[in-house]
């Protein structure tokens, strides 16, 4: 497989459309030989509105990560499709906040039936073939299940305002046995990272590290792993915001007492398996997540959003990660909701152009941290898709241009300024 030229087939039907909008397709001296039905830049954008569109004749929510509606539609048995999927359509639309969101709804019907009694049982009976068949559940539901709260913490809720008690209740158990602790995503992410922006003052940024580098790698994990709990207390304590200080530091303390509590005094085997666990695998996750998508930085702007973070069109990061492959359209607008990415970025393509951002696909974020580690830049080079003046470059050129855009910065003050 050419990581240049191969269009996965498992890419959502909106991921399709911007590659068919953004990549020329192969030259034909025989004109004839040309694509007939390839849509204009213009067309693509109406076309992707439509689809995020409730009140258009061609909307189209998404109901499950594995298979877009249409194929659903087009595969069930006739009577599935008429008293189970769309029965579970027009109900779904309205329990969830927005009408497209159905699989967010899908997906805790799937929590609250699996990883939830599973859980319970283990510390009834625990056996340790349950515990590890459980920690591979929670290991498979765990990326899914962050940007989904990703996109909670950003939209306020994923449910109906008819449900906020349960919107704003599910996290406290779910999220413990997803790795995650108490509000310390929420307090990190959205009261933190999004302020600084990978810029100095920002406790996970990456520009401090030679990117390429296994012992900074390392070293990043570790002060992660080892010392957020402390450290981001702190830095709300030194910008002055005592509240979000407090406030952090209960609930990430709070968490490790309860683990503590359950651990000695209820059930150490499934506290393990069903907590610690979870948020060991999460902690570390979640900074070598953060070191692709904030690796390759251009030193000559490192404040930019465009030039700090990178855009992925590939199955991981968008079909099962609610599009969060579009990394640096959601730096741009926080707000922005997850099925919004595609047609803001397509609507955006000449201004990421001029200010020389990179996209990439068949390579997640996962693979991009891997690739860099191991030094391995001609595949990522070769996963970039030119834009702008980047058409003009060769191999060579854009194998230069991601080395230096994982060298270490000097030290800079916090990235936001009043």
Known sequence: MDPSTYTDPQLTYQDRLVIDAIVEPPSSKDKSEQPLDKLSTEETVQKLHNLNDPSHVEFDPTISQFWDTPLLRAKLPAPIQKHVLTPYINWAKGIVRYQTDVVMLTHLILYFTTIVPSAAFLYYRFSYLHGALHWLMSGFYCGAFTLMKHQHIHQNGVLAPKLYLFDMLFPYLLDPMHGHTWNSYYYHHIKHHHVEGNGGDDLSTTIYYDRDSIPDFLTYVGRFLFFIWLELPMYFWRKGQFKYAAKCAFWEVGNYVALYMLYNYVNARATMFVFILPLTVMRVGLMVGNWGQHA????????????????????????????????????LNPRRHWRDHPVAFLEQKDRYAKENALVFRNVDYIFI???????????????????????????????EMLRRRTRKIPKLSSKKKE
């Open 296 to 331: 390759l930085v251009d030193p000559a702007d490192p404040d930019s959003d465009y030039l700090s973070s990178i855009t992925l069109i590939d199955v991981p990061s968008n079909r099962f990660s609610f599009n969060d492959g579009y990394h640096t359209s959601h730096h």
């Open 369 to 399: 941290t891997v690739n860099l580690l191991r030094k391995n830049y001609e595949y990522l080079a070769k996963c970039l898709i030119p834009i702008g003046d980047q058409v003009n470059w060769t191999m060579e050129e854009r194998v």
